[in-house]
Every structure is written in structure tokens, then in C-alpha cells.
């Protein structure tokens, strides 16, 4: 696996939007934020496009911005605009070829999860679970936030997860695990199943997070998971933000899901940690060899 190049000071970020749309106004507000901390901006021109009400141009259109941003000698990294829906329309279309021979920065979450695991498993790249631009850099971009950012981008050897201040990590499972870290919205993760691009979770370490989702869909994602045997074959799980979801009853909760979707597995489960669409927002690096420890309640990366 790639752990591409650091970023400094000057850098040419790529901002690109594979799935919604945003105003102008936001995305001038993008640009603007993205320059204060000393980097360069090079947009595609679908940002503001809006097809449907919740894309950002056609998927053919989309993904040649994503080949563009990759082939470009001139972008040091690649940003999303944000998430929303559609991506897994864009997959099809993205030049594998491309991003192999131009492995860089690729940042993003939510409805970004599909590329993920496109760029994880078929172009052996690490990318960033991470702060994108109009849903976080430009509004909620705390220090914590920040700081992980750039920690997690410019690690040198190892990249440690360290819990926000009030956020300490909870043991669900006891255990340790090592492997390569998957995952990312379940919805989508979900998504990719039966695909070409499924998920594979096969030694890994499956991170998982969800927003303004009933507790009775997360089950049913959660056992679409199961059902699929893909539960069988993780090594230890990961829950991140569960933003604005929903139990109805209040010690019934996705941690309860996954333990009972996990039962007689012996596989160590770790909780809170903060990455998804809550604020401060913990820069997790997706590909890259991942050991969790719930003896001494630590998350560790390696670059290399």
C-alpha cells in the first residue's frame, strides 16, 4: 500500500465534488479557507452543478474531474467539497490506470466512503478518512480537528488516534487486533455489496459510521453485513460518530447491534471514536496497517 506525499505550504490542492453539489457562495467560502492556510486552489467546474437536487453534474463528468485532479503534475492533493449522494454512480468511470501511476492525497467521508474503497483495494492507495472542504474546513475546522488533519497527512512513520478532549475511547469487546483499516459509512459501505467494488473485509480492521439513520435501518445494515459473512472474516471493529441517529430505547443502541451481529466472534470492538460527521472530526488514514488495543485503549497507524 501507498502512503502518498506529504503536503506543505503551497501546495496545489485539487477540490473536486463527486457527489452533491454546493452554492457558489459556499464554494467561494471553500476556496477562501482552503488559501488562509497557505495553500493553492484548483477547482473542477462541476462543484456547482446540480442534477436531480442531489449530484454535482453526470457521473462521466464527475469522474473525469477525479482522473484530471490525479493526472495533474501540477495537484499535490485532492479535496472533497463534500459528500452527499451519488458517488457510487462515478465509480464505474474513474481511470484505475490514472491513480495507480499518480498515487496522491485523497481526502473525504460520507458518500465519499465508495471511493475509499475503490482507491484501498484496487490502486493499493491510502486515502484519508477525513475534514472536507465545505463540511468542515469552512465552518467547523477546530483545533483538534486541524491538528490530526495535518498529523494524520504528514506522518512520518506512525500516526497514533488520539481521543479529543471529553472523547476517551470505550472498550465494547476486549481485545487486541491488527490489520489494514476499511469501512466508513455504512450505508454505503452496504452499497457496494454484490458489486464489483465490494467491500473486503477479509483480515481487516472495519471501521464503521452513520448519521441521522433509525436504529432499525443501522440493523438491518448491520446484518446485511453479517449475512454476507463479512462480520466472519474482520479482525476488530471501530465505531465511529453515530451523528443525529436514532434508538428507541435508550440502552438499545448500535453498539448492542453489533455485539449481537458479532456474537461468538472473538474480535476486540472499540467505540467513540470521533470520525464521521460530528465535530471535532479525527483524520483516519483507510488502507493503512491498523493495531487497536483495548488493554491500554489505543489506535495505532503505520505508514509503511
Known amino acids: 500500500m501507498i502512503y502518498p506525499d506529504k503536503i506543505s505550504a503551497g501546495a496545489v490542492i485539487g477540490l473536486v ?9 459556499t464554494l467561494e467560502t471553500c476556496v477562501k479557507s482552503i488559501k488562509r492556510m497557505g495553500f493553492t ?3 473542477s467546474d462541476n462543484i456547482c452543478d446540480d442534477v436531480g437536487g442531489y449530484m454535482a453534474g453526470d457521473e462521466k463528468t ?3 474531474w477525479i482522473n484530471d485532479m490525479f493526472a495533474d503534475p501540477e495537484v499535490d492533493a485532492i479535496l472533497c467539497v463534500r459528500g452527499g449522494d451519488g458517488g457510487n454512480r462515478v465509480v464505474p468511470y474513474i481511470d484505475l490506470d490514472t491513480v495507480r501511476n499518480n498515487p496522491k492525497i485523497f481526502v473525504g467521508y460520507s458518500d465519499i466512503t465508495s471511493f ?7 490502486c493499493n ?4 478518512h477525513g475534514p472536507m472542504a465545505a ?6 475546522f477546530d483545533p483538534e480537528t486541524k491538528l490530526a488533519f495535518f498529523s494524520c497527512l504528514n506522518a512520518e512513520d506512525t500516526y497514533r488516534y488520539i481521543p479529543p478532549k471529553g472523547f476517551d475511547i470505550k472498550t465494547v469487546r476486549a481485545g487486541k487486533a491488527s490489520g489494514r483499516l476499511t469501512g466508513g459509512n455504512l450505508t454505503v459501505l452496504c452499497a457496494s455489496i454484490g458489486t464489483p467494488y465490494q467491500i473486503d473485509t477479509d483480515g481487516k480492521i472495519l471501521f464503521i459510521e452513520e448519521i441521522d439513520t433509525h436504529i432499525g435501518n443501522m440493523d438491518r445494515f448491520v446484518f446485511q453485513l453479517k449475512n454476507a459473512g463479512l462480520l466472519d472474516k474482520v479482525k476488530g471493529i471501530l465505531l465511529g460518530q453515530f451523528t443525529e441517529c436514532r434508538n428507541e430505547k435508550e440502552d438499545y443502541d448500535i453498539t448492542q447491534v453489533i455485539l449481537d451481529a458479532t456474537e461468538g466472534l472473538d474480535i476486540p470492538i472499540m467505540s ?3 470520525s464521521g460527521h460530528g465535530s471535532p472530526m479525527i483524520t483516519l488514514p483507510m488502507g493503512a496497517v491498523c493495531e487497536m488495543n483495548t488493554e491500554n485503549s489505543s489506535i495505532l497507524f503505520y505508514t509503511k
Open 17 to 25: 465534488s463527486p457527489s452533491s453539489a454546493v452554492s457558489r457562495e
Open 41 to 43: 486552489v484548483k477547482l
Open 62 to 64: 464527475r469522474a473525469q
Open 116 to 122: 475509499h474503497l475503490l482507491f484501498n483495494q484496487e
Open 125 to 128: 492507495l491510502i486515502t484519508f
Open 135 to 140: 463540511s468542515n474546513i469552512m465552518s467547523s
Open 272 to 274: 467513540s471514536i470521533q
